[in-house]
């Protein structure tokens, strides 16, 4: 499933992504970072904040662009998982 996001530009604000178990097994999410690419140019990049099953990220892009990629990195157990979301600023 792809995601879509919409920015205004200037827009500062908060993305919550909820991880669930596919297995429906507890699990804990050890640490979670972020790149925001733009034009696949990285813009930003940080750490992300963890609650329980919940990532948070705060983000500002800097310019008007359909081209957008936010990819979160997060670490269960021995995994790496990944989640792409496409944003566009208007």
Sequence with gaps: MRVNINFILGEDKYLKFLVKST???EFEISRATYKLYK??????EGNCTINEHCITVKL???SKSM??????????ADEILKKRVQIEVV
């Design 23 to 25: 297995k429906n097994e």
């Design 39 to 44: 034009d696949r140019e990285l813009e930003t």
């Design 60 to 62: 500002n892009p800097l």
């Design 67 to 76: 081209r957008y990629c936010l990819e979160i990195t997060y670490y269960i």
